[in-house]
């Protein structure tokens, strides 16, 4: 079936500093990536909707300068969390769609600032 | 926009029955799906219903119905691994986002 492989799966990192979260298709290429965030006991609330070669669409109250999503290929999309506060550590998790695999989740990353 | 609303929690004991009802509201509709999340880890789809009715695959069944906007998750023959949290979705349009409920959380106990 298909895989979406994501990476890292954890990551401490300083205030202030970012971190890049990566999610490849395998075997199968992405027409759209979807990216969510995850707080602990809470539901996957949706970031952003990224289609390859186009901007990402960022849900409301996301700061699209805050978290940097970039779509270069039908297999890759990454995610920048620039200047990275405590109030950012979460679950980042991307899920991409294809016509024929419907959603395949990638393994998700936590990122705790400190 | 869309809602969805799930029970926060379940406990039961091994071999017994859940049942995880789900209402929703959304501007159009293209499906419900359940999907199992384990501490830590990324969800994994259970179940997709398109149309009314049951659809069952082992010991899961989900069930729909439109005109309620209402389905259900059926966890049949509980097993400890089933402790998990549970959340159903719907896709609601041409963009294909999924947005999520709150989550379900079971509790299987010996």
């Known amino acids: 079936g298909a895989v979406v492989s994501q990476h890292p799966s954890r990551v401490i990192c300083k205030s202030g500093t970012s971190v890049k979260i990566e999610c490849r298709s395998l075997?199968?290429?992405?027409?759209?990536m979807f990216w969510y965030r995850q707080f602990p006991k809470q539901s996957l609330m949706l970031m952003a909707t990224?289609?390859?070669?186009?901007?990402?669409?960022?849900e409301q109250g996301v700061e699209k300068d805050k978290f940097l999503i970039n779509h270069a290929s039908l297999t890759l999309s990454t995610l920048t969390v620039t200047s990275a506060h405590p109030e950012d550590s979460s679950f980042y998790i991307c899920?991409?769609?294809?016509?024929?695999?419907?959603?395949?989740f990638g393994s998700g990353t936590r990122l705790t600032v400190v | 926009g869309q809602s969805l609303e799930q029970p926060s929690e379940v406990t039961a004991v091994e071999g017994a029955i859940v049942q995880i009802n789900c209402t929703y509201q959304?501007?159009?509709?293209?499906?419900l799906s359940w999907y199992q999340q384990h501490d830590g880890g990324a969800p994994t789809f259970l179940s997709y219903?398109?149309?009314?009715g049951l659809e069952e695959t082992g010991r899961f069944s989900s069930f729909l119905s439109r005109s309620d906007s209402y389905g259900y998750l059926l966890l049949q023959e509980l097993q400890m691994k089933d402790s998990a949290s549970y959340f159903c979705?719907?896709?609601?349009?041409?963009?294909?986002?999924?947005?999520f409920g709150a989550g379900t959380t079971v509790t299987v106990r010996a």
């Open positions: 899920s991409a769609w294809d016509r024929a695999y419907g959603y395949t």
């Open positions: 075997d199968f290429q992405a027409t759209t």
């Open positions: 990224s289609n390859e070669g186009s901007k990402a669409t960022y």
């Open positions: 959304t501007s159009g509709f293209y499906g």
């Open positions: 219903n398109a149309l009314d």
């Open positions: 979705a719907v896709r609601d349009g041409n963009d294909y986002k999924l947005s």
